[in-house]
């Protein structure tokens, strides 16, 4: 389709919207954008918003390619439309709905109960924010079908989002995604959906969910003793202005802590963000604020939840005293080895528990995994894959606990999603662990690389916005998924992964293998001298991502600076290869 003929075709749909029962204001946007920014309105209605690996996200504004109350009510009714076909024999579904500080959440979060409401259903909606990982226990604890959260997660102020949940607490996957979107594509007409039902079928819910919920974090606690000695452990938290203000504090506390020092400034709920660009925990200036805060009180441990808190950044010491910032892949290792070491110690390994992580995250963790006899599972990007993958092994197999690279991370299995409220209050436990053995949790880390290899993982995202950019980002996957590299920093590829095609290429045998993931437009490139480089597109932002991981045996702490240039080197020249 040619430029003009997408202009036609876009302003067909944005006369709809003006011809049809939407309110003023959005119609006054509309007709400015049709006058004055073309560019604008292209981006707003050339296509609609489609699930990805988090649900519903975008710009919020006018236009079916946004965030509005159109889009949500559509993806809403939909939504309630499949779950009355999917749970027909039941006399009564029920769903649950929280949201995050983002403006316009509530407004979202509220409409969408009116919508549930209005199909019959017992809505369960939280009185005010909440963290995501408390409505998944919310779903489950209800033993409800469904819910939702409004949250964009850790996105730019600009953006909000839709996740929808099933009803093992878990976001919703193949088939039910598709199968979602195929109901609201029926959708012709924002008539067709059922706003403003009865306010008798919606409960309000609140603290008591919250003290069940933290009562049950409380009780992954492994080191209660430990703790209690260590409870003036000096810990600055901070919510980046999100959901976790109330309940990272709680959790904390009923470990036992007692000494947590906040960042008044980003206690406030403010869905603009207003002390850091980007509500991000994986970005340095996202924890400035918490930095200085730390410096100030001497304190012994930095956490940082994103808005919807399921996801968690840290700062802790290096052997200068020096606060540093570990990375996704380092947090998750530590928690995965305090995990597996205490299970052990403590008896609970039968041979019937597992760890998961996902395809792009650390081989570290399988290198513990394979030291402690446990099970390891690898699963696509995406928390809704180990919380599938939790649901399938229910009854049979034990659920130890693991993540991804992304700042992500569950331990237990009475939530379905990462959890950063459970995961401050465990990294909070092991730092005390570590100090009970007399080092720090750099200096833990430190033993990991020296017992399992120092593992440098980089990621680079190559952003490419708009409607030319998602086309520039399928033919970088396109070239290479047909012009594939034969080596990268002097190492050959000697193994292939294509999930889209479900295939496994061993290089130099010729023998190919299946998948048995489902399909996912991910590549990865193993390398001869161990390096793993994948790629793949964002399922949530205008963004190509990609992960590299090297590795190389630390024969002594007095080697670390000298090995980790030498695996910064290896990344350089990796990156260098591929072009980027």
Not at 488 to 494: A, C, G, K, R
Request: aromatic residues 10%.
């Amino acid at each position: 389709m040619d430029s003009k003929d997408l202009l036609n075709e876009v302003k067909s749909k944005a006369r709809k919207w003006l011809d049809g029962n939407y309110d003023a204001e959005t119609k006054a946007e509309i007709r400015k954008m049709m006058q004055d920014d073309e560019e604008g309105l292209i981006d707003a209605f050339y296509k609609d918003l489609e699930f990805g690996t988090g649900g519903l996200r975008g710009i919020m504004g006018p236009g079916t390619n946004r965030m509005n109350i159109y889009t949500v009510g559509m993806a809403t009714q939909g939504y309630s439309n499949y779950l009355k076909k999917e749970f027909s024999v039941l006399d009564q579904i029920s769903v649950c709905i929280a949201h995050d500080p983002r403006n316009n959440s509530r407004k979202f979060a509220e409409a969408a109960a009116g919508i549930f409401s209005g199909n019959g259903f017992k809505v369960y909606l939280f009185d005010s924010l909440r963290p995501t990982p408390e409505l998944s226990f919310a779903i489950r604890h209800f033993g409800a079908q469904g819910g939702i959260v409004i949250t964009a997660s850790h996105n730019p102020k600009e953006y909000n989002g839709f996740k929808a949940y099933w009803d093992d607490g878990g976001q919703v996957i193949s088939p039910h995604d598709t199968n979602i979107i195929d109901e609201v594509n029926k959708i012709k007409s924002i008539d067709e959906i059922r706003f403003n039902g009865p306010e008798k079928n919606i409960e309000i819910i609140g603290k008591e969910i919250d003290d069940i919920y933290t009562d049950k974090i409380k009780e992954l606690s492994l080191s209660p003793e430990i703790i209690e000695k260590f409870k003036d452990l000096k810990i600055v938290y901070t919510p980046i202005h999100g959901t976790g203000v109330k309940l990272v504090p709680m959790a904390l506390k009923k470990f036992g802590f007692r000494n947590i020092i906040n960042v008044p400034e980003q206690d406030i709920n403010d869905g603009n963000f207003p002390t850091v660009v980007s509500p991000n925990p994986e970005e340095p200036a996202a924890l400035k604020m918490a930095l200085d805060k730390a410096r100030v009180t001497n304190a012994d441990l930095v956490m940082a939840t994103d808005p919807d808190a399921d996801r968690v950044g840290i700062a802790v010491k290096d052997l200068n005293g020096d606060f540093i910032l570990l990375n996704g892949n380092q947090t998750g290792s530590i928690l995965v080895y305090y995990l597996l070491t205490l299970w052990s110690e403590k008896g609970k390994l039968t041979g019937k528990e597992y760890v998961c992580k996902t395809i792009v995250t650390t081989e570290l963790i399988a290198d513990m995994a394979g030291k402690f006899n446990v099970e390891l599972y690898n699963v696509l990007t995406g928390f809704k894959f180990i919380a599938d993958l939790i649901r399938s092994h229910e009854g049979s197999k034990t659920f130890i606990g693991g993540g991804e690279e992304s700042y992500g991370y569950l331990a237990g299995e009475f939530v379905r999603d990462k959890d950063a409220v459970m995961s401050c209050a465990l990294i909070a436990e092991a730092t005390a662990w570590a100090m009970n053995r007399g080092k720090s949790l750099y200096e833990l880390l430190m033993d990991i690389y020296i017992e399992f290899g120092f593992y440098k993982e980089s990621l680079t995202n190559v952003v490419k916005k708009g409607k030319s950019g998602a086309e520039e980002i399928q033919k970088m996957m396109d070239n290479l998924r047909d012009n594939p590299p034969l080596s990268l920093n002097h190492s050959d590829v000697i193994i292939r992964h294509d999930y889209l095609i479900q295939k496994t290429f061993n290089i130099k045998t010729g023998a190919e293998e299946v998948i048995r993931l489902p399909k996912s437009n991910v590549l990865q490139f193993i390398l001869e001298d161990g390096s793993k480089i994948s790629v793949r597109p964002s399922g949530t932002e205008p963004k190509i991502k990609f992960y590299f991981s090297v590795n190389k045996p630390l024969p002594s702490l007095e080697k670390y600076r000298e090995t980790e240039k030498e695996l910064e080197s290896r990344i350089e020249s990796i990156k260098k290869d591929l072009g980027i």
